[in-house]
Nanobody
Framework: QVQLVESGGRAVQAGDSLRLSCTNS????????MAWFRQTPGKARELVAA????????YYVDSVKGRFAVSRDSAGYTLWLQMNNLEPEDTAVYYC?????????????????WGQGTQVTVSS
């Protein structure tokens, strides 16, 4: 059973940092690629960062490169998204997702389990 739960979203000021977490309700995430997506009203959900099963390979959308970092703990229970130097454009609902495969996945349709999302609001 997979039940992804995100946490850590809140309202912050531009320039602040946040760390989002994603767990599988106390169960291991498994040896699957994971990712963070985000969505704002009226816009398509976009991939923010992805990570393979081991954590060795990562991908970032250009707009967050150098500011965000995706990681997963070695015990396999938590996925994180460290977000630094936040900008108002980062305001969105952030979702974690589990991929169909262990290798790095960028296409949204390669993710079959999703959390409910956590709201991040960045004010200027």
């Amino acid at each position: 059973q997979v039940q992804l739960v995100e946490s850590g979203g809140r309202a912050v000021q531009a320039g602040d940092s946040l760390r989002l977490s994603c767990t599988n309700s106390g169960r291991p995430l498994g040896s699957w690629a994971m990712a963070w997506f985000r969505q704002t009203p009226g816009k398509a959900r976009e991939l923010v960062a992805a990570i393979n099963w081991s954590g060795e390979d990562t991908y970032y959308v250009d707009s967050v490169k150098g500011r965000f970092a995706v990681s997963r703990d070695s015990a396999g229970y938590t996925l994180w998204l460290q977000m630094n130097n936040l900008e108002p454009e980062d305001t969105a609902v952030y979702y974690c997702a589990r991929a169909l495969r262990p290798t790095l996945m960028m296409a949204m349709d390669m993710y079959n389990y999703w959390g409910q999302g956590t709201q991040v609001t960045v004010s200027s």
